[in-house]
T-cell receptor, first 114, second 114 residues
């Protein structure tokens, strides 16, 4: 089975540009999570979805960040406009069921905002 | 608070045992987890323990849980160079009910010297 697929793996952009990160969860998984990893703050939960519906977006840092899940096999995380402090590795993870514990992570999208 | 705390770095020699420690916040967490992150990759579930257990052993891995002190540890026996990675402790976020929203520690970088 293919795992969680994220794209792009690496993105370098200039401050003020729009960034869109993409995620395809594992087929059949009904929970999808977006995390951000930085040296300073570690791994932070940004938002998660259940059956394509956003459940908790309290971790989204600012209005510049938005996430969508138009269907069960695709989610996007958008940053507009991007800033240098958004530079991080963004992970998407999915899971089947509410509390089975194992999150399956993608390989991450490394974002650098100049 | 919601902090899960870990020491940041551990260095051991190949063949020795490694012990990675973690303190968590919510005594009502039902599951506690250890994830492993290799360079350039996402996190992978190593093992987990249910809160009514004190110990769980899985090949070279031993997880110890002290609920009274809210302390979790991961012992790796006969540590190999391939065990070099970042190890994350995680607990279910307090109040998340059945969603199983995970909060991760900062991660402990394990360095294994030949």
């Amino acid at each position: 089975d293919a795992g969680v697929i994220q794209s792009p793996r690496h993105e370098v952009t200039e401050m003020g540009q729009e960034v869109t990160l993409r995620c395809k969860p594992i087929s059949g998984h009904d929970y999808l999570f977006w995390y951000r990893q930085t040296m300073m703050r570690g791994l932070e939960l940004l938002i998660y979805f259940n059956n394509n519906v956003p459940i908790d977006d309290s971790g989204m840092p600012e209005d510049r960040f938005s996430a969508k899940m138009p269907n069960a096999s695709f989610s996007t995380l958008k940053i507009q406009p991007s800033e240098p402090r958004d530079s991080a590795v963004y992970f998407c993870a999915s899971r089947k069921g509410p509390n089975t514990g194992e999150l399956f992570f993608g390989e991450g999208s490394r974002l650098t905002v100049l | 608070g919601e902090d899960v705390e870990q020491s940041l770095f551990l260095s051991v020699r190949e063949g020795d045992s490694s012990v990675i420690n973690c303190t968590y916040t919510d005594s009502s967490s039902t599951y506690l987890y250890w994830y492993k992150q290799e360079p350039g990759a996402g996190l992978q579930l190593l093992t987990y323990i249910f809160s009514n257990m004190d110990m769980k052993q899985d090949q070279r891995l031993t997880v110890l849980l002290n609920k009274k002190d809210k302390h979790l540890s991961l012992r790796i026996a006969d540590t190999q160079t391939g065990d070099s990675a970042i190890y994350f402790c995680a607990e279910t976020l307090p109040g998340s009910g059945n969603t199983g929203k995970l909060i991760f520690g900062q991660g402990t970088t394990l360095q294994v010297k030949p």
